[in-house]
T-cell receptor, first 113, second 112 residues
Framework: NAGVMQNPRHLVRRRGQEARLRCSPMKGHSHVYWYRQLPEEGLKFMVYLQKENIIDESGMPKERFSAEFPKEGPSILRIQQVVRGDSAAYFC???????????FGNGTRLTVT | GEDVEQSLFLSVREGDSSVINCTYTDSSSTYLYWYKQEPGAGLQLLTYIFSNMDMKQDQRLTVLLNKKDKHLSLRIADTQTGDSAIYFCAETRSGSARQLTFGSGTQLTVLP
């Protein structure tokens, strides 16, 4: 049973470009979460989605960031017009329901040059 | 201040026990978790405890929860060099739609 799959593992973007981060949850998991880890810090919640629905986006920056989890295919975290401060590790997690622990992927490390 | 606090560093000798501590502030915490992060990797769920429990043991790992003091600890018995990593304490709170609030992590270094 494959774990949470994230790709790419590393992503380099120039300032002003778009970054697209993909996450495939574990098989049987319909709840997806995105977290951001800035250097030397813990993880901060960004958004929680179920299929085709955003449940909680209270941790998402108000501009340039968006997330989706379509009926078919992976969840996508999209960052438009990236800036240097967006450089971080972005982790996706999934769970089968609200009462089970979250399982994390290996993350996408975004570097903005 | 931070909602979940951990000390930043801990060093132990191989074979000794490690105790990593965590304090939290929200009394509505429902689940408390310990995750392990090795360099360049994601977070591995080690164990978790529901807030109405005091203790949970799983092989070399023992979790103790003092709900009155809002203190959580992770004890690793017979610590090995492979246990060197960053350990994150995290909590979920009722009514927060499954947000995890993480501490800043404790870097555990196991010395030979």
């Amino acid at each position: 049973n494959a774990g949470v799959m994230q790709n790419p593992r590393h992503l380099v973007r120039r300032r002003g470009q778009e970054a697209r981060l993909r996450c495939s949850p574990m098989k049987g998991h319909s709840h997806v979460y995105w977290y951001r880890q800035l250097p030397e810090e813990g993880l901060k919640f960004m958004v929680y989605l179920q299929k085709e629905n955003i449940i909680d986006e209270s941790g998402m920056p108000k501009e340039r960031f968006s997330a989706e989890f379509p009926k078919e295919g992976p969840s996508i975290l999209r960052i438009q017009q990236v800036v240097r401060g967006d450089s971080a590790a972005y982790f996706c997690a999934s769970s089968p329901d609200l009462n089970s622990p979250l399982h994390f992927g290996n993350g996408t490390r975004l570097t903005v040059t | 201040g931070e909602d979940v606090e951990q000390s930043l560093f801990l060093s132990v000798r191989e074979g000794d026990s490690s105790v990593i501590n965590c304090t939290y502030t929200d009394s509505s915490s429902t689940y408390l978790y310990w995750y392990k992060q090795e360099p360049g990797a994601g977070l591995q769920l080690l164990t978790y405890i529901f807030s109405n429990m005091d203790m949970k043991q799983d092989q070399r790992l023992t979790v103790l929860l003092n709900k009155k003091d809002k203190h959580l600890s992770l004890r690793i018995a017979d610590t090995q060099t492979g246990d060197s990593a960053i350990y994150f304490c995290a909590e979920t709170r009722s009514g927060s739609a499954r947000q995890l609030t993480f501490g800043s992590g404790t870097q555990l270094t196991v010395l030979p």
